[in-house]
């Protein structure tokens, strides 16, 4: 049975860091990634790791956030840092079965997700 669990979400004032982690079971994935949601809004993507180590980020991220893996734990990494108020949201971990490429920044490319966990950043 697939599962993915993240963790570390909580309330951090801005400026801020936090490292969320996803603990995946159940099979190996080729491409993960994290993606948010905020109150009224759409899912939107925050970044995304290929099995080559291959990195992408949203433009309002980057520089400040950083994704990782690490296979041998199975589990993703999402540091965060200089949060900002506007990064409120609960923070979604994606993952798919195949090596994804033009559709990394699409939700609908991904074939799991996590519960989510929440991030709130005061100002």
């Known amino acids: 049975q697939v599962q993915l669990v993240e963790s570390g979400g909580g309330l951090v004032q801005a400026g801020g860091s936090l490292r969320l982690s996803c603990a995946t079971s159940?099979?190996?994935?080729?491409?993960m990634g994290w993606f948010r949601q905020a109150p009224g809004k759409e899912r939107e993507f925050v970044a995304a790791i290929r099995w080559s180590g291959t990195r992408y980020y949203a433009d309002s991220v980057k520089g400040r956030f950083t994704i990782s893996r690490d296979s041998a734990k199975n589990t993703l990494y999402l540091e965060m840092n200089s949060l900002k108020p506007e990064d409120t949201a609960v923070y979604y971990c994606a993952a798919d079965r195949d090596d994804v490429v033009s559709g990394i920044r699409s939700k609908s490319e991904y074939d799991y997700w996590g519960q989510g966990t929440q991030v709130t950043v005061s100002s």
């Open positions: 159940g099979r190996t994935f080729w491409t």
